[in-house]
């Protein structure tokens, strides 16, 4: 498994390569993808992370996220996750992007150019244990409400664009 991640300045212009854990404890701004599937009855499919996770462990988050290997596409690197943490593939759209850089405590950064991905999907997922310890299909606005009552159960990077992917899914889907 290849261990790096793609270093981009503001504008998501390649800079370099790093190794992964190095970028988290430097705060490098990387290249990352976060995906958003649906089911035809409109749910949104998350995930818990596994205890195993060397950040964010036992945190709910948004189905899949991750980071492009060197030389590989965004598009790609998605649907390659997707596979690898939940055993499935479905179509993806690129919705939006945005930056942010977050503390993740124990001396680790997430400073990410994430690229946000809508899919649809009614598949059942069949998640790796090393990556995923729960998974369900919720109401988007029961998460909203849940993400504000309950904060510390979610990922940072889903609290900061989880409206926005919603307003995202509810564009393709011809509104909410």
């Known amino acids: 498994m290849d261990d790096k991640v793609i270093l981009v300045d503001e504008a998501n212009q390649v800079v370099g390569v790093a190794e ?5 404890r430097d705060g490098s701004l990387h290249r990352a993808f976060s995906i958003f599937v649906f089911n035809s009855t409109r749910e949104l ?19 899949c ?3 492009p290997r060197p030389n ?11 596979n690898e ?23 680790l950064f997430e400073h990410e150019y994430d690229h946000v991905f809508i899919g649809l999907s ?8 090393s990556e995923v310890d729960e998974w369900m299909w919720v109401n988007p606005q029961a998460l909203t409400t849940d993400v504000k009552e309950h ?15 919603l307003d995202a899914y509810g564009n393709l889907a011809g509104g909410s």
Request: proline letters at 5%; hydrophobic letters at 35%; one cysteine or more.
């Open 85 to 107: 943490e939940l055993g499935f593939d479905c179509p993806l759209k690129l919705a939006f992007t945005f930056t942010y850089k977050a503390s993740l405590g124990s001396n």
């Open 151 to 165: 904060s510390d159960n979610f990922t940072c990077w889903l609290k900061l664009c989880l409206e926005r992917a």
């Open 65 to 67: 996220c991750g980071h």
């Open 45 to 63: 499919l998350i995930q818990k992370r596994s205890a195993a996770k060397y950040h964010s462990a036992n945190l709910w988050s948004n189905t």
């Open 122 to 129: 009614d598949q059942q997922p069949s998640p790796n244990p």
């Open 72 to 82: 590989e596409s965004i598009d790609k690197a998605a649907h390659r996750r997707l």
């Open 20 to 24: 992964k854990m190095r970028a988290h």
